[in-house]
């Protein structure tokens, strides 16, 4: 089993920054992919971001390009999202997810946080 547990999300104004965290415990391996998707109120969950731990190739959805950055730290077994220039639109729970499949859509992850709320307000 792995633990996933998110944290960083808050409210922010339009324009601004947040970086989220994903301590990740357990049984993790250097063969995930550790990913982000993101869920808005009445929306499916959206793939945002993903990293491998092995390497730090990293894959971004097009609307995030520029904007997002994903980031690990093997040393804290952590996976960051720096968001910046946000958006009302960017509003959504933001779930961690680690897999050995990865790729864009939630059944590459077996692994699943709690997700954190961020609200952009305009």
């Known amino acids: 089993q792995v633990q996933l547990v998110e944290s960083g999300g808050g409210l922010v104004q339009a324009g601004g920054s947040l970086r989220l965290s994903c301590a990740a415990s357990?049984?993790?391996?250097?063969?995930?992919?550790m990913g982000w998707f993101r869920q808005a109120p009445g929306k499916e969950r959206v793939f945002v971001a993903g990293?491998?731990?092995?390497?730090?190739?990293?894959l971004y959805a097009d609307s995030m390009k520029g904007r997002y950055t994903i980031s690990r730290d093997s040393a804290k077994n952590t996976v960051y999202l720096q968001m910046n220039s946000l958006k009302p639109e960017d509003t959504a729970v933001y779930y961690c997810?680690?897999?050995?499949?990865?790729?864009?859509?939630?059944?590459?992850?077996?692994?699943w946080g709690q997700g954190t709320q961020v609200t952009v307000s305009s």
């Open positions: 357990g049984r993790t391996s250097s063969n995930y992919v």
């Open positions: 990293i491998r731990w092995s390497g730090g190739s990293t």
């Open positions: 997810a680690a897999g050995l499949a990865g790729g864009t859509l939630p059944r590459g992850y077996d692994y």
